[in-house]
């Protein structure tokens, strides 16, 4: 079984620096340690892909808790997190560029070496779901994305929902 290791995202990448990727790692961490997860877990992953990864968060501690007390905007980081994870892992592209409010997604995926755009990727979390709260989820975020296609609908639009609670991610590609 694949690892996603969140520590990984200390090193940076193109349009990640250390600093933001160990933040988005510490949120990510909390939602889990949240959802009562060890240090390591099974995050499913359905969709376009469909395979099961060793997810392995960093320690949670009260000053973690502290930083993260807001539920929504841990919950978007930490989705960030693991989406940043799975893309670089299911596609081989990394984040290359943030994008910027109002375009329907919000990174920019490439390659490491040319920083070109290959795709879209546009990310969503939920703490505690049910399935049609993912599947409905992904369907908002699957028209979002719509939003940049007069300019950018040469690049493919993927979009992953993370769940924290059993925890799942689903991946799609339009």
């Known amino acids: 079984m694949r ?45 376009n892909h469909t395979e099961s990864f060793v997810l392995e968060r960093l320690p949670v501690d009260e000053v973690i808790r502290r930083t993260y007390n807001d539920p929504e905007e841990a919950t978007e980081e930490g989705a960030c997190a693991i989406a940043i994870l799975l893309a670089r892992e299911l596609t081989g592209w990394s984040v290359v560029r943030r994008a910027r409010r109002g375009t329907g997604f919000d990174y920019y995926l490439g390659s490491d070496q040319a920083l070109d755009f290959q795709a879209r990727l546009e990310v969503s979390g939920i703490r505690q779901g049910t399935q049609a709260q993912i599947e409905a989820r992904v369907r908002q975020k699957r028209a979002q994305t719509t939003q940049s296609d007069s300019t950018l609908g040469h690049l493919s639009a993927y979009v992953i929902v993370v769940e924290f609670s059993r925890p799942e991610a689903r991946i799609e590609r339009r």
Not at 24 to 38: I, N, P, R, T, V
């Open 3 to 47: 690892e996603l290791i969140l520590t990984y995202l200390r090193g940076g990448m193109p349009a990640l620096t250390p600093a933001s990727g160990e933040r988005l790692a510490e949120a990510a961490s909390h939602c889990l340690d949240e959802q009562g997860h060890e240090l390591r877990v099974v995050l499913a992953v359905a969709g």
